[in-house]
C-alpha cells in the first residue's frame, strides 16, 4: 500500500514538473515575441508563412480573430503559383503600420480569378499595409501591380504595359485617414475632386484607394498616388496647392472642423 502511495506521488511530481515546464516555455515564447518589432513579425511571416507554407506558424505573427479571413485571402495566390517567393525591398513601421514594398515570382500552375493555370512564370511588384494590435496583425492590405501581372500572363497585350509597367523611380504617397461615419460624404466629394485633379497632371501614373469600413462610427481611407519620379511628385504639389488657394480651400481647416485626422507618407524603391 505504501509503494502504491510513493508512486502515485511521483507520477503527481513528474505532472507537476511537467506543466509547470510547459509554462515557463509559453511564457518565455510570449515574452519574446513581445519584445520583437512589429516590422520583424511581418518579415518572419513572410519567410515561414508566404515562403515557406508553414501555415502552423501563422497563429504567431495574425491576431485570432483575423486568422481565418487572412489564410482566406492569401490562399487562391498560394495554390495557383505554389513555388511563389515573396521578396520585401523595402519595410517601414510607422505607429501600429508596418508597410512593405516587395516583389514575387511564381509559376501560374494553378487557376486563379478564374484564369485558367497559363505555366507562365511571372514577377510582380506591391505595397502591402499590416495594421498591428498587442504585437500581432489585425488587417492588412495588399496592392500589387495587376497591370503588370495580367500581361505577364497574357490577359492584356504587351504594348499595353510598356506605358506602364512598374519603375524603380517611381515614388508612393500615401496618405491615411481617420474619417468619422458623419462626415465620409462630404470627405468623398473633396476626394473625388482631388483625384481627378492630380490625374490629369504630369507625371501621373495611377492611384488606389482603400477603405475599411469595420468601425460604424469612423472610417479609415488610405490613398495611394504613384508618380514617375520624386520630381514629378513635387511638381504636382506645386500644382495642387495653386488649385488650391484658387478656389479657397485649406485641407488643414477641413480636416480640423470635420474632425478627420491624416498620417501622410512617401515611399521608393532602393536598389
Not at 70 to 75: D, G, L, M, P, S
Not at 163 to 169: F, L
Not at 247 to 252: S, T, V, Y
Amino acid at each position: 500500500m505504501v509503494h502504491k502511495h510513493i508512486n502515485f506521488l511521483i507520477l503527481l511530481l513528474c505532472i507537476t514538473s511537467v506543466k509547470t515546464l510547459y509554462s515557463q516555455i509559453k511564457t518565455s515564447t510570449h515574452n519574446v515575441m513581445a519584445t520583437i518589432s512589429n516590422k520583424e513579425v511581418v518579415t518572419k511571416m513572410y519567410q515561414a508563412y508566404l515562403n515557406q507554407k508553414q501555415t502552423g506558424t501563422l497563429e504567431q505573427y495574425i491576431d485570432f480573430s483575423y486568422l481565418v479571413t487572412f489564410k482566406n485571402i492569401n490562399k487562391p495566390l498560394l495554390s495557383a503559383f505554389p513555388d511563389i517567393r515573396f521578396t520585401i525591398k523595402e519595410i517601414f513601421e510607422d505607429g501600429n503600420k508596418v508597410v512593405t514594398v516587395y516583389d514575387w515570382e511564381g509559376s501560374h500552375l494553378g487557376e486563379y480569378q478564374k484564369i485558367p493555370a497559363t505555366h507562365k512564370k511571372v514577377t510582380v511588384q506591391g505595397v502591402s499595409i499590416y495594421e498591428f494590435k498587442n504585437g500581432k496583425i489585425i488587417n492588412s492590405t495588399a496592392i500589387p501591380d495587376k497591370l503588370s501581372f495580367f500581361t505577364q500572363l497574357g490577359m492584356i497585350p504587351t504594348d499595353f504595359i510598356s506605358k506602364h509597367a512598374a519603375k524603380k523611380d517611381w515614388v508612393y504617397f500615401v496618405d491615411e485617414f481617420e474619417v468619422p461615419a458623419k462626415s465620409y460624404e462630404e470627405f468623398k466629394i473633396k476626394l473625388e475632386y482631388n483625384r481627378n485633379l492630380i490625374q490629369k497632371l504630369k507625371g501621373f501614373v495611377k492611384d488606389e484607394v482603400i477603405i475599411n469600413t469595420d468601425q460604424s462610427d469612423r472610417f479609415t481611407i488610405i490613398t495611394i498616388a504613384v508618380w514617375e519620379s520624386r520630381q514629378s511628385l513635387e511638381e504636382a504639389k506645386k500644382n495642387v496647392q495653386r488649385e488650391y488657394e484658387s478656389i479657397h480651400f485649406n485641407p488643414a481647416v477641413f480636416n480640423e472642423k470635420l474632425n478627420i485626422k491624416m498620417k501622410r507618407n512617401t515611399f521608393s524603391y532602393t536598389d
